[in-house]
């Protein structure tokens, strides 16, 4: 039982638009998450995360929004660059643990 | 401040075999957590130490095992390999436990 879901497997973005990528999750315990990029060979880099009792958190071009009611989360990236372009992974944790559960990744192409 | 550092990074092991794998976490960051990545499972849980003690454990058999020592160094066993361990391990690590984790380039196993 999956309880973390990105349902997109790809996005494929123009340089300097924003990117959206979205994440779903069933657990209602899960009250802290975050966003990571990973590209090949390379372990995942945490980008931005955000608390239950928040429902936006922002930080340079990355801005992360939480509906709690929809159990929904997202990861907009504006302007989005070349660079960005790398499989992105929503994670969950709850009750201040560091069990991370994931969901399946994004691939995001950025083209120039 | 240097990174999670992981130790081997590439490691071929055949069926029956034992294997452990070493983690060295942010400096200061006293949190270790294990991650296997699999094409087919995603990003999964291993299991968490902290203050050399573990104190959560994901779903997966006994013959995967770790422990932690008092400079916070990890190490992680898998005994009796099966075909379906080969993976990308991650270790993160993190000050507390219900930090951000960061994570290391993973070690990849492949079991023939």
């Known amino acids: 039982d999956q309880q973390v879901k990105q349902n997109s497997p790809s996005l494929s973005v123009q340089e300097g638009r924003i990117s959206i990528l979205n994440c779903d999750y069933t657990?209602?315990?899960?009250?802290?998450f975050l966003w990571y990029k990973k590209y090949p060979a390379e372990g995942p880099t945490f980008l931005i995360s955000?608390?239950?009792?928040?429902d936006k958190n922002e930080d340079g071009r990355f801005t992360v929004f939480l509906n709690k009611s929809a159990k929904h989360l997202s990861l907009h990236i504006v302007p989005s660059q070349p660079g960005d372009s790398a499989v992105y992974f929503c994670a969950a944790a709850h009750n201040a643990g560091n069990m991370l559960t994931f969901g399946g990744g994004t691939r995001l192409m950025v083209k120039p | 401040k240097a990174g999670v550092t992981q130790t081997p990074r590439y490691l071929i092991k055949t069926r029956g075999q034992q294997v452990t794998l070493s983690c060295s976490p942010i400096s200061g960051h006293r949190s270790v957590s294990w991650y296997q990545q699999t094409p087919g499972q995603g990003l999964q849980f291993l299991f968490e130490y902290f203050s050399e003690t573990q104190r959560n454990k994901g779903n997966f058999p006994g013959r995967f095992s770790g422990r932690q020592f008092s400079n916070s160094r990890s190490e992680m066993n898998v005994s009796t390999l099966e075909l379906g361990d080969s993976a990308l391990y991650l270790c993160?690590?993190?000050?507390?436990?219900?930090?951000?984790?960061?994570f290391g380039p993973g070690t990849r196993l492949t079991v023939l």
């Open positions: 993160a690590s993190s000050l507390m436990t219900g930090d951000t984790q960061y």
């Open positions: 955000i608390s239950s009792i928040k």
């Open positions: 657990n209602s315990m899960f009250d802290y």
